[in-house]
Nanobody, 123 residues
Framework: QVQLVESGGGLVQAGGSLRLSCAAS????????MGWFRQAPGKEREFVAG????????YYADSVKGRFTISRDNAKNTVYLQMNSLKPEDTAVYYC????????????????WGQGTQVTVSS
């Protein structure tokens, strides 16, 4: 069992930066692939970024590539999402998620979810 708690959301102007954190509790965190998803009002939850459990391979949605960076600290059981050059269209509730071993871009493939943190980017 894994419990996930996100933090770091807030209100920022376009062009600004935020860093989201996701703290995990439970055993064997280092064996889980971690993903960040987001959901805007009236839209489906979409994949943002993922990081593998082993060598830290990463994968990004095209919409955030070059602006967002996902990383993990297995010693702290924490995964991060550094978000730079934020745009109003990045406004959403951001969720972290965990699944065994491999990154997947489909939300339904993840077993554990946090409660979400709101990110609002003003123009």
């Amino acid at each position: 069992q894994v419990q996930l708690v996100e933090s770091g959301g807030g209100l920022v102007q376009a062009g600004g930066s935020l860093r989201l954190s996701c703290a995990a509790s439970g055993r064997a965190f280092h064996t889980y692939a971690m993903g960040w998803f987001r959901q805007a009002p009236g839209k489906e939850r979409e994949f943002v970024a993922g990081i593998s459990w082993s060598i830290g391979s990463t994968y990004y949605a095209d919409s955030v590539k070059g602006r967002f960076t996902i990383s993990r600290d297995n010693a702290k059981n924490t995964v991060y999402l550094q978000m730079n050059s934020l745009k109003p269209e990045d406004t959403a509730v951001y969720y972290c998620a965990a699944r065994s071993y491999t990154i997947m871009v489909v939300a339904g493939a993840y077993d554990y979810w946090g409660q979400g943190t709101q990110v609002t980017v003003s123009s």
